[in-house]
């Protein structure tokens, strides 16, 4: 099993809709850390969370520490959200450890 | 306002040649990381260095070797490339646990 699992791999939405993606992970944490990755494949941090909840415009991210459950909202999803999500763990050494990502997609 | 800067953004290699890749990050961060990314897995850590002057093993270490230069610079180097090394390959550095993670543009090696 893997330390951090993601849901779903695959999403196709229709601009304007609401979009969640979960994460699970197995391991003890200093953080949370949600990252994008739009295709030509640079990475970026969107979020790292220890509890509770971070907005950042349309994006939310939420944390529950006891279930060791991370969510990813898109609220008002728009085509140019089009990327892939990623999901990470942050270790003890700093080091993270990541989820395989969701791909989503947003049509118009 | 570079962040991390990683060079080579291609490469091609054939089996057995050897290369390094580099990385610099002007963010005074402590932490460097290497991870390399296959299609249908996620990104696995090959090598980290939680400060100047030390290194240690990731997930996937074989095949790699890494030297942080300084505070600012950590290379990979593959000694005799192997087509299993096809990937695309990440640095990334954070100031220790519990901070954001800043990543490189990638590089895409291709070993033929």
């Known amino acids: 099993k893997n330390e951090v699992e993601q849901s779903p791999q695959n999403l196709t939405a229709q601009e304007g809709e609401f979009i969640t993606i979960n994460c699970s992970y197995s391991?003890?944490?200093?953080?949370l850390h949600w990252l994008q990755q739009h295709p030509g494949g640079g990475i970026v941090s969107l979020f790292m969370?220890?509890?509770g909840k971070k907005k950042h415009g349309r994006l939310i991210a939420t944390i529950n520490i006891q279930e060791k459950h991370s969510s990813l909202h898109i609220t008002a999803s728009h085509p140019r959200d089009s990327a892939v999500y990623i999901c990470?763990?942050?270790?003890?050494?700093?080091?993270?450890?990541f989820g395989k990502g969701t791909k989503l997609s947003v049509k118009p | 306002n570079a962040g991390v800067t990683q060079t080579p953004k291609f490469q091609v290699l054939k089996t057995g040649q050897s290369m390094t890749l580099q990385c610099a990050q002007d963010m005074n961060h402590n932490s460097m990381y290497w991870y390399r990314q296959d299609p249908g897995m996620g990104l696995r850590l090959i090598y980290y260095s939680a400060s100047e002057g030390t290194t240690d093993k990731g997930e996937v270490p074989n095949g790699y070797n890494v030297s942080r230069l300084n505070k600012r610079e950590f290379s990979l180097r593959l000694e005799s490339a192997a087509p299993s090394q096809t990937s695309v390959y990440f640095c990334a550095s954070s100031d220790f646990r519990g901070t954001e993670a800043f990543f490189g543009q990638g590089t895409r090696l291709t070993v033929v």
């Open positions: 990470a763990a942050g270790g003890s050494q700093g080091n993270l450890i």
């Open positions: 969370l220890s509890s």
């Open positions: 391991v003890g944490i200093s953080a």
